[in-house]
């Protein structure tokens, strides 16, 4: 079994992935971490190695080869490992995130296309498939914003303006060891935030927003909302449910759902400060990058091997499907 050994800064980085043949040693040992066992006959044992062609693994028992970025969200790319390795080091450690330009002048690609596509790829491998539901003996703030801006010419109202539903874990505490007096984390006087979920949905309405809380939080936990009939049959689902009408007050709003309210305010920050506004069709993705980022906030540099194993089980979009709409960004639900 290969232990793994995650770099804490660049030179190491550099020292622990010098070229193609050290990227591809990592990536057997992410996916095959107990050793490599072939996918087409499940035989186990050390394969044959092609010197040419460092990511294919071919089978002493069968013969037949097994890429090591089929499957992955590196599937059939023409870029070299050691360039993904670092647009996935960028991403997970760069606290504050990463436009796609910046990423093109980072990693030296000639074509803006090529950056927007990794990062869209990276983004897919965020999700983890298996992703336990958040609750239990915490108790959930679930609150709904609007993402976007009024349009030049159509006058006042919500137009164009994308719904995020949002819950988060209210926890007590001073935080994990070396954040207790970090001002910058998401914090209420003795509480601060625990683990995050963002779903863009279609309306406010009662399926919606149920849909929402009973895939993402654990049944019997306490539900804290705003007083919008759209929770309002939370009890019989399950949930101690926490409902205050606030009528506008902006005062209550923020002494009863605190949490959520900060964490609204960081993604607006964050999407226009870092990427300038994101369009309704992606604003999925960019709401699965900030959940990642929040909930390793703690533990930044651990992102990046969450990244790779991630994504060795996803699936991700072709740059034609992602201009198209063909590809639906997968949710932190599913």
Sequence with gaps: MTTLTFPGSLPEFIRIFPDEDHCSLYLEAVRWPDGFVCPYCNEPGEPYRIAT????????????QTNLTSGTVMHRSHTPLCTWFWGAYLVSSMTPGISAVQFQRQLGLSRYETAFQMLHKL???MVRPDRDRIGGEYPVEVDETFVGGRTRGEGRGKHHMV????????????????FEHDVSRPRKGKNFAGRLRLHVVPNRGKKALEGFVQESIDPGTSVFTDGWDGYERL?????????????????QAEAWLPMIHIVFGNLKTWLLGIHHGVSPQHLQAYCNEFTFRFNRRFYPFVAFNSLLG???SVESPTYDELYSGAWQHPNPEE
């Design 310 to 312: 991630i994504g060795v």
């Design 53 to 64: 062609r460092t990511e294919v693994l071919q089978c002493r028992h069968c013969r037949r």
């Design 163 to 178: 719904i995020v539903v949002g819950a988060v874990e209210l926890r007590h505490g001073k935080g994990p060891k070396g």
């Design 123 to 125: 983004r897919a491998g």
């Design 235 to 251: 009890p019989q689902l399950g949930y101690k449910h926490h409902q205050m009408v606030m009528e506008g007050d902006p005062e």
